[in-house]
C-alpha cells in the first residue's frame, strides 16, 4: 500500500487549552487544575491512552475476525504512570513520560485459551499505537516564528 | 510529587468505533471508510498526533514562562508516516506504528534565536508525550474473558 501520512494541525487557546484538528475533527486538550489547567477535555497524556484504546479495538476486530474468533464485545481498561516532576523542571531521576503503561482487554467470547492468546499476542504485535509506544520512533521538532513574529 | 496514575476506560461500540472515557471526557475514535471505518472520529494515530500537540503547548507555555520568553501565540503542525501494511496483516518489513513523525512549532515571539533554539530542546526533553515516543516504554497486555464470556 505504501506509507500514509497523518497531519493535525493544533493552536494555543491558551497557555494548557489546545484546539487540534485532524481532518473534520476538532479536539480539546487541556490539563486538570491540579496540574495547572482549566479542565477543558481530557489531558495529553489521557489521549494517549484513548489513542491506544481505540487502537486496540480495530486491531482486536481485525484480528478476531482473520481467526474466526466471536468477538461480542471489547472492553478495554487501560492506565500509566507518570512521575510529572521532570516536566515541571524539577530535580529527577525519572523519564518526562509513562514509565509504565498497563492494558487489560475483557472480551466478551468463548474462544479458548490457547486462541485467546494468540489472539492477544497478535493484536500487541500488529497494533500501531502499541508500537508507538513500545519502541522508538524519530521525531524531529522544528521551530519557526509566525509571520506577526518576524514582522517585528 | 511521585507518580500519578492516569485512567482511561473505553467500549468497542463497533469493530472502529470506540467510546473512551478519561475521567468526565467522553471521546470517540473511529477510522476513515478507507480503513474500513465508519469515520465517526479522529482514528487513533491522529489521537497521538493531537495528545503531542496538546502536550507542546503545554511544555511549550511553561518552558517559555520559565525562561521569561514571551509568547504570544503557538500553532503547531503534526505529521506522521504510517505504512498499513503489518496492521492488515500484510506481508511487510515495515513496522506497524509511525515510522518518523515531524512536527512544526510555529512561535508568535520575538525571542532571539539562542533563546528559541534553547526554549524547542527543553520543551522536546521534558514534553511526557515526546518522550513516549521516542522511549521505549514497557507495555503490558493483559486479556480475561468478560463475566458473560465466561458462564456460557
Known amino acids: ?23 473534520q475533527f476538532a479536539l480539546v486538550i487541556d490539563e486538570p487544575p491540579a496540574l495547572g489547567g482549566t479542565d477543558a477535555g481530557a489531558n495529553p497524556v489521557e ?14 476486530h481485525l484480528i478476531a475476525k482473520e481467526k474466526g474468533m466471536e468477538l461480542r464485545g471489547l472492553r478495554i481498561h487501560l492506565e500509566g504512570d507518570l ?7 524539577r530535580p529527577t531521576e525519572e523519564r518526562a513520560g509513562y ?7 475483557e472480551a466478551d467470547t468463548e474462544a479458548e485459551a490457547s486462541l485467546l492468546e494468540e489472539w492477544r499476542r497478535e493484536v500487541c504485535e500488529r497494533c500501531p499505537v502499541c508500537d508507538n509506544l513500545k519502541h522508538p520512533t524519530p521525531v524531529e521538532v522544528v521551530v519557526e516564528r509566525s509571520a506577526s513574529g518576524t514582522v517585528a
Do not use: K, W
Open 99 to 105: 514509565s509504565a503503561i498497563r492494558v487489560r482487554l
Open 47 to 60: 489521549y494517549v491512552l484513548a489513542a491506544f484504546g481505540g487502537c486496540l479495538n480495530v486491531m482486536g
Open 83 to 89: 512521575d510529572p516532576d521532570r516536566l515541571f523542571g
Open 1 to 23: 500500500m505504501g506509507a500514509l501520512t497523518f497531519q493535525v494541525r493544533a493552536e494555543a487557546e491558551s497557555a494548557t487549552r489546545t484546539r487540534a484538528e485532524a481532518r
